[in-house]
């Protein structure tokens, strides 16, 4: 584990929740002046702990409006049958998460975004179920989002 100070904490924070603060302005808030800031942000992304620069869309806006947390069992636990999957997942663009999970039934959780239930019914049929090896979905939809937050916690590094 890369050991953090409470600045590079606080930059990794703020870069978090503010992606597009200028340096001058991150370098402020954390109390350097904008070169060092620089080379600490240069530092942090070498060393892998900031992964990416990305911009949040409002789906809603865009018509994605039903989002579903998908529980998906294979008939095979093998390394080809779970590749398989994964590489088939990966061209979906419906899924915005796959993950191998354990302690369930399931073997997979993905976190789907479509337009409506039609297009959620195409996803399933159309693409899901298609794939070999899936034996069992099961579909949980989303009602309300109570909280999203895409900012990791930083608090408890030491």
Known sequence: MIQLDRTDRRILDLMQRHGRISNLELAERVGL????????VKALEDAGLIADHVTLLDAAKLGLTLQAYIHISLDRHTPERFETFDAAVLNFPEVLECDLITGTEADYQLKVIV????????????KLTRLEGVTGVRSSFVLRRIKHDTALPLDHLV
């Open 115 to 126: 337009r409506d239930m039609e297009h959620y019914q195409q996803f399933l049929l159309g």
């Open 33 to 40: 002046s904008p070169s060092p800031c620089s080379r600490r």
